[in-house]
């Protein structure tokens, strides 16, 4: 029994030396709340101890306010000065790639998402405080100045078109900022954490604990109630419902996710939850496959790579959750 005390003694001390270099490295949650995007954004990350949080806070948030602003609806935003001008304009690397993924995204979706529905939006007055029902003739008339293909895009330039056209980045800005704070936490040195843009989140690697990030799903009818629930890794979540932002007109109901095509709101879905790789493209693709309606967004989903779709519609007077072959509902 004698010469087994150096071989335990042993074993003490590496176990010994493996906690405390453990517990030197021992990640703990960190979480900041703050407004942007005219929404709550919530970070939670796991940084090793000793990080200067504020720093890393700060950064990330700088740069969501700094892209709310530059292509959110503040006034001489980017899109708004795009909008305005008649000529050419040079745009910046950044601002091409937003254009482009933006119109590879009305390519896939068949013109159902579309930056160039702002014009549609104003006349609904959902950007104000006031949404109401146009006449059919400013419907009309606005459908002339939507349509994707009217915009000329190259490497370093872009054109519109028809003059009366208006933009809108609201369907790939908040994606694009959540890939940029994740972007942002990786460069310093965070290995795991969730951005939510209210509604629109991106997780990235795994909780200290090993399990997969928990995400619900908002009950279209019950609100604060969650419907049902999925878990994900390094993911990019967003939803499109009709139970967001809409105004009752007699007996009709009428919500801001516009069809490019018919100029009024799109039906066939209660809401729409895209998986994806980027932000920018779970962002876009959970209007356009709103848009597109059950059959033709589930055929789509189903085509696309890294992309899994829950949508949830009215069957009578119950709701129906259908999915695509990769999600697996909690």
């Not at 959902?126 to 606005?142: N, Q, S």
């Not at 293909?149 to 369907?171: H, P």
């Not at 589930?298 to 829950?310: F, H, Q």
């Amino acid at each position: 029994m004698k010469k087994l005390f150096p071989f335990l003694s042993i074993i003490v001390i590496i176990l010994l030396v493996s906690f405390f270099f453990t517990k030197r490295k021992a990640t703990y949650p960190v979480e900041e709340t703050f407004i942007c995007f005219d929404t709550f954004v919530s970070l939670k990350f796991y940084p090793e101890k000793g990080r200067d949080i504020q720093k890393i806070v700060k950064r990330v948030k700088y740069e969501l306010e700094r892209i709310d602003s530059a292509y959110g609806y503040k006034k001489d935003c980017f899109s708004d000065r795009l909008s305005k001008k008649k000529e050419r304009i040079s745009i910046s690397h950044e601002e091409r790639f937003i254009l482009k993924k933006s119109i590879y995204l009305s390519e896939i979706t068949e013109g159902a998402f579309d930056i160039t529905v702002g014009l549609l939006e104003d006349i609904w007055g959902f950007k104000g405080d006031k949404p109401h029902l146009p006449e059919k003739e400013e419907i009309t008339d606005a459908l002339f100045n939507v349509g994707y293909k009217k915009i000329e895009l190259t490497d370093s330039t872009i054109s519109l078109k028809k003059e009366g056209m208006v933009i809108d980045l609201g369907g790939v800005t908040k994606g694009y900022a959540v890939d940029r704070a994740v972007e942002l936490l990786r460069e310093e040195g965070i290995t795991a954490g969730i951005v939510d843009a209210g509604g629109d989140l991106k997780v990235f690697g795994k909780k200290p604990d090993g399990k997969q990030w928990l995400i619900g799903i908002r009950d279209p009818k019950n609100q604060g109630e969650i419907i049902t629930r999925f878990t994900i890794d390094d993911c990019a979540v967003a939803t499109s419902g009709n139970y967001e932002r809409y105004f009752i007109n007699g007996e009709e109901k009428y919500h801001h996710i516009m069809d490019p095509k018919t100029g009024y709101p799109a039906t066939g879905c209660i809401s729409v939850t895209i998986l994806a790789k980027e932000a920018i493209i779970s962002d876009a693709l959970a209007t356009g496959i709103f848009v597109l309606g059950p059959e033709k967004g589930m055929a789509l989903i189903e085509k696309l790579t890294d992309v899994e779709g829950i949508i949830i519609l009215k069957n009578n007077n119950h709701l129906k959750i259908i999915t695509s072959k990769g999600v697996k509902l909690k």
